[in-house]
């Protein structure tokens, strides 16, 4: 017994030190509300790292509640490869999380929330493999991307079912948006983002 009490004590000894010396995630704001930029924080050791990529309770201490529904992968083979602009309308809106694993993009987030006082903004960060950056994308933001080179792969954390009726978008060069999209045109675009409609923003 006494033997499992000093045990136990030299376990927590160790990590008490990463509980109070190290942070694993910083959330930093945008000019856009609730966009956020999430920064790993990697404790490495001398097998590799260790770092934490979601924590339900840390958005909820952020003013943010995200259950994940659904987790997308999405590979994309050639650079200046575009996706977007997407969101799904309500009852069916969702937030997201996008972080490359591979690669590299420039993600957007464009505020189209009625009411806003960034309404028709955007937002862009550069997520790659190795930063440590995702970025959340909440509900009543337009989502696109565009790969920054070959072989890019990204993962989508998803607050709400995919629902083919809700789903909607914004053309990637609807004039007004000032998006710097670094290839125009596109090396591949979908027919269905080809034809989403240009709004007045």
Same mark, same amino acid.
Do not use: M, W
């Given at each position: 017994m006494t033997f499992n009490i000093a045990l136990n004590a030299l376990f927590l000894s160790f990590l008490r030190p990463l509980r109070l010396t190290q942070k694993i995630m910083r959330y930093l704001k945008t000019a856009l509300k609730d966009v956020l930029?999430?920064?790993?924080?990697?404790?490495?050791?001398?097998?590799?790292?260790?770092?934490?990529?979601?924590?339900?309770?840390?958005?909820?201490?952020? $003013?943010?509640?995200?259950?994940?529904?659904?987790?997308?992968?999405?590979?994309?083979?050639?650079? $200046?490869?575009?996706? $977007?602009?997407?969101?799904?309308?309500?009852?069916?809106?969702?937030?997201?999380?996008?972080?490359?694993?591979?690669?590299?993009?420039?993600?957007?987030?464009?505020?189209?929330?009625?009411?806003? %006082?960034?309404? $028709?903004?955007?937002?862009?960060?550069?997520?790659?493999?190795?930063?440590?950056?995702?970025?959340?994308? %909440?509900?009543?933001?337009?989502?696109?991307?565009?790969?920054?080179?070959d072989d890019t792969e990204l993962y989508y954390l998803v607050s709400a079912y995919y629902a083919p009726g809700a789903d909607s978008g914004i053309r990637w060069d609807n004039p007004g948006l000032n998006i710097a999209w670094p290839t125009q045109p596109p090396t591949v675009i979908s027919d269905k983002d080809k034809a989403w409609p240009d709004v007045a923003l």
């Open positions: 930029v999430l920064v790993q924080e990697p404790i490495p050791d001398n097998r590799g790292f260790f770092a934490r990529a979601f924590s339900q309770d840390e958005l909820q201490k952020e $003013g943010l509640d995200f259950p994940i529904r659904q987790i997308n992968r999405s590979y994309n083979r050639l650079k $200046g490869t575009l996706r $977007g602009l997407h969101f799904q309308n309500p009852p069916h809106a969702e937030d997201k999380i996008i972080q490359v694993t591979k690669g590299s993009i420039i993600d957007v987030a464009l505020d189209i929330r009625p009411g806003s %006082p960034t309404f $028709g903004q955007h937002h862009a960060e550069i997520l790659t493999a190795a930063n440590g950056r995702a970025l959340l994308i %909440p509900k009543g933001c337009a989502h696109g991307f565009q790969t920054l080179e």
